[in-house]
């Protein structure tokens, strides 16, 4: 398994972030915005892992081989690793379907020192994403006078049939993709945690929080299943779908800001205190 390591500069850390990365070509978007948040991570004093996950990025196996229990046993032995370099406290960061593969991980997975997660643009539901990521395939077919048509249902069909199915160059294993499928930020029983922000990027700055977002702080909230939870929309690009590599520089001075202020949130450890900032 390959990882990118950022050492907190200066200053000697017992605190920790990993990084759970976004889906297929979702995470390839990704890596330079990935990268500039784990530098100022790293500046203020947090050690940072960035993992690629089996079968993708520089890591071993080809995607098609990749399960979800093998993915959540990557991350299991990410925070391990992170423990072992004197890590005491850890912080969950998931991108985009990365979330989904954070929050199944911290909730199997209690014995780690988990205490905030960070999610930045969440997929909450995993049968929409892979809904969304077969249409790729279907409407590709489309523009294809040579290729047979098809639906997503019946592309669903094949997976849960047991079938691999080719998405965008990407061989999907239904032993990724069904478990996939029943996740559900609403339905995910977790660990109480000190502190959850969730951040959403948009080019309209009166744009409210997705509804999926704005249900699963309710959810988080009402089950007492974060201290705090908070949910902030920032100007920015969506760079995980953009056509050329792009920066969200205020993603990236709002997620540091929020991070910084840890401490005063955790000190606030009790509270009901749900916030949607802008």
Not at 43 to 67: I, N
Request: charged residues 15%; glycine residues 6%; proline residues 4%.
């Amino acid at each position: 398994m390959f990882a990118v390591y950022y050492p907190p500069v200066a200053v000697a850390s017992t605190q920790a972030i990993l990084h759970v990365p976004a889906f297929a070509e979702e995470m390839n978007k990704s890596r330079r915005m990935v990268a500039l948040q784990a530098r100022a991570f790293a500046e203020q004093g947090y050690a940072v892992l960035v993992l690629d996950l089996f079968g993708t990025g520089d890591s071993a196996g080809d995607f098609g081989q990749a399960t979800w229990a093998i993915w959540r046993q990557d991350v299991k032995a990410a925070l391990a690793w992170l423990l072992g370099q004197g890590a005491q406290t850890l912080t969950l960061w998931g991108l985009r379907l990365g979330v989904l593969l954070a929050l199944d991980a911290a909730a199997g997975f209690s014995e780690y020192p988990v205490d905030r997660l960070l999610a930045w643009q969440p997929v909450t539901q995993g049968e929409t994403f892979i809904t969304q990521f077969l249409r790729l395939r279907v409407a590709a077919a489309m523009l294809n006078s040579t290729v047979p048509k098809e639906s997503v249902a019946a592309l669903k069909q094949r997976l849960m049939a047991g079938e691999a199915v080719e998405v965008a160059g990407y061989c999907l294993n239904p032993e990724l993709v069904n478990p996939l499928i029943a996740l559900r930020t609403d339905h995910m029983r977790l660990p109480n945690l000190a502190d959850t922000a969730l951040f959403e990027v948009s080019f309209d700055a009166t744009a409210p929080l997705s509804a999926g977002s704005v249900h699963w702080l309710a959810h988080l909230q009402k089950n007492g299943q974060a201290n705090t939870a908070t949910g902030h929309q920032v100007l920015g690009p969506s760079f995980w779908s953009s056509q050329e590599i792009a920066e969200a520089p205020a993603l990236i001075v709002a997620t540091s800001k929020r991070i910084a202020e840890g401490r005063a949130v955790f000190s606030a450890a009790g509270q009901d205190n749900h916030a949607i900032s802008k």
